[in-house]
């Protein structure tokens, strides 16, 4: 902070009259003298992809409405740490926000998984039917108990499809054995245990490395991820699974939320839904490019069909113990946009 020395007698005057008032100082004082809260954001993903072009945005949306009292600095890439350093930062008010996986979240939140059971949804309406109805409300509720705040839009990291390095996936059958790199998650690692695959909880910062020295055959994206992350340069196959589809909560440490004047918490909860809502469109425009540029890369792509897995997940009880972890209440709402899941 500058001491008072520091400003004209002028500035102090017009900046106690603004504050005496209440009102907004105008930009150019409030650069001057640095934002009032500068808040961290961090995520795991490339600059380039959609979530953080649009949360770059976002950002400078924010900034010049609150005339720069609130400077969300966004590092892309794991740059503040994996996603499992970020979480305990975030938690520890080292950090004021970050996206995350509900799926990754679920190692504090477990109910937060919920929405990544595979093969729940199929298409993107029940998705946002669903995330943006009574189970995203629900899990938002479960985050709460955890003094996080979740916005109330999630983003979207895509359906997920298999890639492996040696071997086309075609069936469940090809995935016994198959060290599948998972994010670190109960409900990931279980659901490639009941594949009989040997899944292997690695966070994204280490994902291309792991797949580059083979520490793992493979893993599963969606392909806007699979694309921003490079890892045609490592991977031959893909197998177009849609196993599940996976979102990103814009998470907020409680303190540093609340610390935010109640008009403040306003403007950045507007702009960033209004990235989220952005950033959905922008995956669901590149969906079909974004396969063609994969295959011009080299990758080579099949479609197997959804009850190659899914009977596996049926017959060896993966339905009926996510059940029984996740509880009736979760289950229900889930099944209320998904159908019957089992
Ligand atoms: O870690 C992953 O695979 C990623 C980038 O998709 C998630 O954050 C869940």
């Keep these: 902070m500058p001491t008072p020395t520091t400003l004209s007698r002028r500035r102090l005057v017009q900046a106690s009259a603004a504050c005496a008032l209440g009102v907004a100082l105008p930009a150019k004082y409030a650069t001057a003298q640095g934002a009032e809260f500068t808040y961290k954001y961090g995520n795991n993903l490339p600059p380039g992809h959609p ?90 509720g479960q985050i709460a108990k955890s003094n996080l705040v979740a916005m109330d839009r999630i983003f979207d990291n895509g359906f997920r499809q298999m890639t492996s390095a040696a071997r086309q996936i075609n069936a469940a059958e090809d995935l016994k054995g198959f060290k599948m790199r998972v994010p670190v998650s109960p409900l990931w690692t279980s659901m490639f245990k009941a594949f009989d695959a040997a899944p292997v909880g690695i966070n994204a910062s280490e994902l291309y490395t792991a797949l580059q020295t083979k520490v793992v055959d493979g893993q599963e994206n969606a392909l806007t991820g699979i694309m921003a992350l490079k890892m045609y340069e490592v991977q031959k196959y893909c197998a177009v699974t849609n196993h599940m589809w996976d979102g990103f909560w814009f998470l907020s440490n409680r303190r540093a939320w609340e610390r935010l004047p109640a008009n403040l918490r306003e403007i950045v909860a507007k702009h960033v839904n209004a990235a989220a809502m952005a950033e959905r469109a922008d995956l669901a425009a590149q969906a079909e490019t974004t396969q063609k540029e994969l295959a011009a890369k080299g990758m080579v792509f099949n479609a197997p069909k959804a009850d190659a897995f899914r009977g596996k997940l049926r017959s060896g009880g993966f339905y009926a113990e996510w059940k029984a972890k996740l509880g009736d209440e979760a289950w229900t709402v889930l099944e209320r946009y998904a159908g019957k899941l089992g």
């Design 51 to 140: 979530l953080n072009v649009r949360t770059r945005e976002m950002a400078e949306k924010i900034k010049a409405e609150t005339s720069g009292r609130v400077d969300i600095q966004v590092f892309p890439a794991s740059q503040l740490g994996s996603d499992t350093d970020m979480l305990s930062q975030l938690r520890a008010g080292g950090i004021e926000f970050m996206t995350l996986s509900g799926l990754i979240l679920a190692t504090l939140v477990p109910q937060a998984a919920v929405s990544g059971i595979g093969f729940a949804f199929t298409d993107y309406s029940d998705v946002w039917k669903a995330m943006d109805g009574d189970l995203g409300a629900y899990i938002r």
